[in-house]
């Protein structure tokens, strides 16, 4: 993540336009066609979830980046394939359902199917702003978060069920001044799923509650919320990340 801005969350694909009920998560607006990670109005405009119907060969195409870097990107993005039954291909294909680019602005992501909005081969569905001189805390929860969202999951601080945070939304707002409009600071930090992270894809799958230490949660400050709420740095997926993947998806296979 770019540390430079202090909480780059679903923003806007650089390169693409942020639409009234998407988001993906760090750049600058522009003009064109964009993928929609969520919508906040009605979560269920999609079935109610972007999780993959067969997770267990998703294939990854890079679209640039050197060897090693692309190395690095795997090794960490597979630790997801050790916690659910899902599993990415990543020895590129002519039609992928996940294209990687490290050349535009910020760490962003299509969430799950979402990537099939974006049906143009020469764009990305994630982009990654890493090199290899990226330290390997910053560089590992980038990866793991972005991925988690190519796998279906939202970000954290929007799931309603559990939550405990209760934003002084105009300081969110003052904080995110120049950064972004209040209007989307309002859909992108202060708006919560009605029913929390996508459940209904299984009976086994409950609504998934708060989880503070998962990786799909960025860092709040205290200062940012009406109770004292604060989190630091996620650099490692959670147990709850762990049980929540692997009861949509089954669990890893040996």
Same mark, same amino acid.
């Not at 299509?110 to 099939?116: P, Q, S, V």
């Given at each position: ?10 923003? #806007? ?20 066609? #964009? ?47 050790? +916690? ?26 299509? #969430? ?25 805390? +910053? ?45 989307? +600071?309002?859909?992108? #930090? ?57 009861? +949509? ?6």
């Amino acid at each position: 993540m770019n540390r430079a801005i202090s909480w780059a969350i679903a923003i #806007i694909l650089g390169g693409f336009t942020l639409p009234l009920t998407g988001a993906a998560e760090e750049g600058d607006s522009a003009d064109g066609e #964009i993928c929609l990670d969520f919508w906040i109005e009605s979560d269920t405009r999609n079935g109610g979830r972007s999780f993959w119907e067969d997770p267990t060969d998703l294939k990854v195409l890079f679209l640039d980046g050197d060897p090693a870097l692309r190395a690095r990107v795997i090794q960490h993005a597979e630790t997801w394939k050790s +916690v659910a039954n899902v599993g990415f291909d990543f020895r590129g294909s002519e039609h992928p359902d996940i294209r990687v680019s490290f050349r535009q602005k910020g760490s962003w992501s299509c #969430i799950g199917t979402e990537a099939r909005r974006i049906v143009d081969p020469a764009r990305p569905t994630m982009n990654l702003q890493l090199t290899l001189a990226t330290p390997e805390d +910053v560089f590992r929860r980038t990866v793991l978060h972005e991925f988690g969202h190519a796998l279906g999951l939202v970000h954290e601080h929007q799931i309603r069920p559990g939550n405990p945070i209760q934003w002084n939304e105009q300081a969110v707002i003052r904080a995110h001044r120049g950064i972004w409009s209040e209007a989307e +600071v309002r859909r992108q #930090i202060l708006s919560r799923y009605e029913t929390g992270t996508f459940f209904n894809r299984s009976p086994k799958l409950k609504v998934a509650r708060f989880d503070a230490q998962s990786i799909m949660l960025y860092p709040i400050r205290k200062e940012w919320t009406r109770n004292g709420f604060s989190v630091a740095w996620n650099n490692d997926l959670s147990v709850g990340d762990k049980e929540f993947l692997a009861a +949509v998806y089954g669990p890893p296979q040996s």
